[in-house]
């Protein structure tokens, strides 16, 4: 079934292949997007920490009454740890996360006057902030181009033969090498929102995939369009 995947592939053939998968999948899924709702950059870091271990969805509806109690770093570091913990208690491992938001609020107000800091250097460097949060931040609340590799996109990266790395670091200086800077955040959001609803760890559904002619993976996955089908989600992490 795919056509245009060689084993000889050349560079520039890899760039426009990826280039390609990258089109369709934004005419896929033209409202790709962050499915975590935030308004600034300081919402962006507390939701991405709410959202471990659990779903996109619960963290959208606990999220806007921790915002009244909380709206910045300032409010949030004088927070008092038992309202806040009933506050994110829905969203399971309260404690901890409890513990991650009142570490982060703190350092923010100590080190950056209560402002979010918008360069990738400085975001690691907080409590809790790893790689990833940082340029979900930095791609989605600044604005600034950031590849986010999330097991989604270090799934499909490896699947569509643009990197063999597992490393996420790895992953994301090879396939940002394949695309323009400007192209970095919204390839992210493609390529999550294809993992959550269509190319799935396990089962991924092959026969119904818009970028199946120029995936060399495809087969992972069962190929009958009927029963691939039956695999499409239409939602995403909820
Ligand atoms: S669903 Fe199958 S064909 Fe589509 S990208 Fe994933 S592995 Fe490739």
Known sequence: MPDRVTAAETRLGLVRRARRIDRILGETYPDAKAEL?????????????????????RV??????????????????????????????????????TDALLRLSAALVEEYDGEVPAKLE?????????????????GNAFGL??????????????????TEQTDPVKVEHEVGALFPKRDWTMLSHHLIWHGRRRCHAQKPACGACPVARLCPSYGTGPTDPEVAAKLVRTEGRN
Not at 122 to 138: E, F, S
């Open 37 to 57: 709702d935030f308004t600034n950059p300081f919402e962006c870091l507390v939701v991405t920490v709410l959202s471990a271990q659990t779903t996109d969805k």
């Open 145 to 162: 181009p950031g590849i986010t590799v999330d097991t989604h996109f270090g799934r499909l990266a490896r699947r569509f033969g643009w």
């Open 122 to 138: 400085a975001l690691v460097k907080l409590p809790g902030v790893g790689r990833k949060t940082a340029n979900v931040v930095l």
């Open 60 to 97: 959208n509806l606990a999220s806007p009454a921790i915002f009244a109690a909380y709206p910045d770093a300032k409010a949030m570091a004088a927070a008092d740890r038992d309202v806040l913990e009933k506050l994110v208690g829905p969203l399971g491992f309260f404690r901890a996360k």
